[in-house]
């Protein structure tokens, strides 16, 4: 899972020159490298090692080879829970950066109390996402069925989280009502990188507004799109506290989301396994992160 | 300067690393605990014992099972468990994890016929790993007063079940209050109490682990055959006698809903009073056994474990840990609290829970009519829980009982371990014959 992000950053920093380096550099890597491979990398080894052995984490253990694997590839809920994470991440993904983009661009647009509706944007960002869940789990089961009652909708009169179709449906707005400030401080920051005088030339070029918008702006900040997708997708893929908090995975097991499925399994005895599984999650980590660094790549030399 | 800080700085983290003992000289013994209908009163027995004597000191770590699971795998373990008995818990039994109690005065006095319960999650060969504290029977619970205005009689049979499910709804009244949104209250009672209520769990189980990976359509035993029956009534029941709004209703919803009469039958444990007496301290309440088939024979009611007393191997504190749990057996304390929790006191002699709101079960308990509910005693990596909420909110129950046997299958196919402790436990059979 943590593969992703150093990946993700290596990627963002190119070696640049061919001059010979100042040892003090590797100096200042030393202790970041020794914790990230206490932390991150001895232990994700340890657990690729048990994910080839019965273990449960605790007590006496044998190798069984790849029987993990095996039971892992014919087993529905497993699979289920990867097409339900990527099903959520790449919807999130869309809705949280359209959102947030068209929110940047009118708050950085010329409006009254732009500084205190950007207050108001940004506050979901600095709330725990545990607390969020709880607070949505609350009115999606209590006040939105209450008020469908009172206002004669159907629909509304049942809790979204415990349709087994809807349920992702309310993981999404609630994942994207607490992503979207995030993102949008990054549109704003790339809004407010493109120089004024490109869209009066446009203007003066008799350019209509959402021309100047989609013709002008949006390329010039591609860039930041690229990178709020990448940021954006990683974290939602590791969709967990929200989860939790709304569903607890079901009704069901219709959002269990890959990171809880191997923490469920460190719970119920199920080390190894879920170890096989995170392997396989990391794997997929790494192909999914080798291709949005060749994604990056592109996009930065376009723009 | 430098050096003394240094210097300071190790002595200080010396310090810490000499975990138990504390700046009086007492040793202390974390304790986890975290049955939080029951933390008031454990919290005052903890108290009492620190202040009867100068030499242990007992902290409580109301953490919960995840926390605790996760010290083992860290190798840190609590000195001191009292939890609920599931898989979850009995797999630190299943690799010996945890230390022999069977010389301690607490293993004397327990009841020999409840062992089989226990080692039906399995054993550590030569060892008495945990000790039971507290057993909960568990049935339908539905308020006396509902019945007496609408002329009921608690029924017996299937058919007057619904017979008196059907006068409810004529009535007005909701007949059960159910809880979907929380899914262990599904397995825990609609599921349980179904399946317990229809055929005999422990021989359905030994059956099933002896099946092992063949467990499937063509499998002398499987969820598909076996529970196929029982699930189409338990669904009929959810279909048509719950609230309206059940699928968005909790456990705590369902405490407040039930103390203010909402609905005349609730299928919980009896750890539930103790939260609907906050709001309805003077609500007549009873228990009994979910009728599921023709026969007033099939009745029986469902027991659990609810605490058992672990000291975990790994634990630095075995002496001290012994001290207090040879305390916590002492007859004023155990009969104590399974009084104020409305459990069986599992140890020799012990009286039956006095609780007239109890009185329902304790014939079928006596009689050796007892089973251990099928959602706990399938392991954790199944997650039955899910299933069952599934099947009440409206899933496909055949294709869900298809789905468990596939899991169960392609458990046994890749830990065979856990079917080399496989229960051999004749419940009925003791528990007859002891009282």
């Known amino acids: 899972m943590t593969a992703t992000s150093t990946l993700v950053t290596q990627g963002t920093r190119p070696p640049r020159s061919r001059r010979r380096v100042e040892p003090i550099y590797y100096l200042f890597l030393l202790p970041s490298l020794i914790l990230f491979t206490l932390a991150i990398t001895v232990p994700g080894v340890i657990g690729i090692f048990f994910s080839f052995t019965d273990s449960i984490g605790i007590g006496d253990w044998n190798f069984i080879g790849f029987t993990n694997y095996i039971a892992l590839f014919s087993d529905p809920a497993i699979l289920q829970s990867y097409l339900f994470t990527f099903g959520f991440s790449i919807a999130t993904v869309i809705v949280?950066?359209?959102?947030?983009?068209?929110?940047?661009?009118?708050?950085?647009?010329?409006?009254?109390?732009?500084?205190?509706?950007?207050?108001?944007?940004v506050i979901p960002m600095v709330i725990s996402g545990i607390i969020i869940a709880y607070v949505f789990n609350f009115l999606f089961s209590n006040s939105v069925p209450a008020a469908g009652t009172?206002?004669?909708?159907?629909?509304?009169?049942?809790?979204?989280?415990?349709?087994?179709?809807?349920?992702?449906?309310?993981?999404?707005?609630?994942?994207?009502?607490?992503?979207?400030?995030?993102?949008?401080?990054?549109?704003?920051?790339?809004?407010?990188?493109v120089p004024g005088d490109v869209n009066e030339a446009a203007d003066l070029d008799g350019a209509s507004k959402p021309q100047q918008l989609f013709r002008i702006t949006v390329p010039l900040v591609a860039g930041y799109v690229v990178i709020n997708v990448i940021?954006?997708?990683?974290?939602?893929l590791n969709a967990y506290d929200i989860i939790v908090g709304l569903t607890g995975g079901g009704p069901g097991t219709a959002t269990r989301s890959i990171a809880m499925t191997i923490i469920a399994g460190f719970n119920g005895g199920d080390y190894a396994y879920q170890m096989a599984n995170a392997t396989v999650f990391f794997v997929v980590a790494i192909l999914i992160s080798l291709l949005q660094l060749s994604l990056t790549r592109g996009r930065n030399q376009l723009s | 300067m430098r050096r003394t800080v240094a210097a300071a700085a190790v002595i200080a983290l010396g310090g810490a690393l000499l975990a138990g003992c504390s700046a009086d000289g007492r040793e202390t013994i974390r304790f986890t605990f975290s049955k939080r209908e029951a933390l008031e009163f454990m919290s005052g027995v903890v108290a009492d014992y620190n202040a009867s004597q100068d030499d242990v000191r007992v902290e409580m770590d109301t953490s919960g099972v995840d926390v605790v699971s996760a010290s083992f795998v860290r190798g840190n373990p609590p000195d001191l468990m009292l939890a609920n008995y599931n898989y979850e818990v009995a797999r630190f039994v299943q690799r010996c994890a945890l230390s022999d109690l069977s010389g301690t005065d607490a293993a004397g006095s327990t009841r020999d016929d409840l062992q089989p319960l226990m080692d039906q999650y399995g054993v550590c060969e030569g060892r008495t790993s945990a000790l039971p504290y507290s057993v909960m029977a568990a049935s339908v619970i539905y308020n006396k007063q509902i019945f007496a205005e609408q002329g009921l009689e608690v029924p017996q049979t299937w058919d007057e079940l619904l017979a008196v499910c059907d006068k409810l709804v004529a009535a007005g009244v909701t007949p059960f209050y159910a809880t979907f949104k929380d899914d262990w209250t599904v397995g825990q009672g609609w599921y349980d109490y179904s399946v317990g209520g229809s055929l005999d769990v422990i021989d359905f189980f030994d059956g099933m682990w002896a099946e092992g990976t063949n467990v499937g359509p063509d499998s002398s035993v499987s969820f598909q055959k076996d529970f196929a029956e029982p699930m189409a009534r338990m669904t009929q029941l959810t279909a048509d006698y719950v609230n309206d709004d059940a699928p968005s209703r909790g456990y705590g919803d369902g405490n407040l809903a039930f103390s203010k009469g909402e609905a005349a039958m609730y299928l919980q444990g009896p750890w539930a009073f103790s939260e609907i007496v906050k709001t309805a301290p003077d609500l007549e309440l009873g228990t009994f056994p979910l009728p599921m088939t023709d026969s007033p024979d099939d009745l029986a009611v469902r027991v659990n474990m609810d605490l058992a007393a672990m000291i975990p191997e790994a634990s630095r504190h075995k002496d001290a840990a012994r001290d207090f749990l040879e305390y916590l057996y002492q007859p004023e304390v155990i009969e104590?609290?399974?009084?104020?929790q409305l459990g069986f006191t599992p140890t020799k002699d012990a009286p039956a829970p006095s609780d007239p709101r109890i009185g329902g079960m304790i014939p079928y308990y006596d009689d050796g009519r007892i089973y251990q509910g099928p959602s706990v005693l399938v392991p954790k990596t199944i997650p039955v829980f899910n299933y069952a909420q599934a099947m009440v909110l409206g899933g496909d129950v055949g294709y869900y009982l298809d789905v468990m046997d596939?899991?169960?299958?392609?458990?046994?196919?890749?830990?065979?371990?856990?079917?080399?402790?496989?229960?051999t436990g004749q419940v009925d059979e003791t528990k007859e014959s002891d009282r």
């Open chain 1, 96 to 121: 949280v950066n359209v959102v947030a983009f068209l929110l940047a661009v009118g708050l950085t647009s010329r409006i009254r109390l732009k500084t205190g509706l950007r207050t108001i944007f």
């Open chain 1, 150 to 193: 009172a206002l004669g909708i159907p629909w509304l009169e049942t809790s979204l989280l415990a349709n087994p179709d809807l349920a992702w449906i309310a993981i999404v707005i609630v994942t994207a009502w607490q992503a979207i400030p995030g993102t949008m401080l990054i549109y704003i920051a790339g809004l407010l990188s």
């Open chain 1, 231 to 236: 940021l954006g997708f990683k974290g939602f």
């Open chain 2, 336 to 340: 104590a609290y399974n009084e104020s």
């Open chain 2, 406 to 423: 596939r899991d169960w299958a392609r458990m046994a196919f890749r830990q065979p371990v856990a079917g080399d402790a496989e229960p």
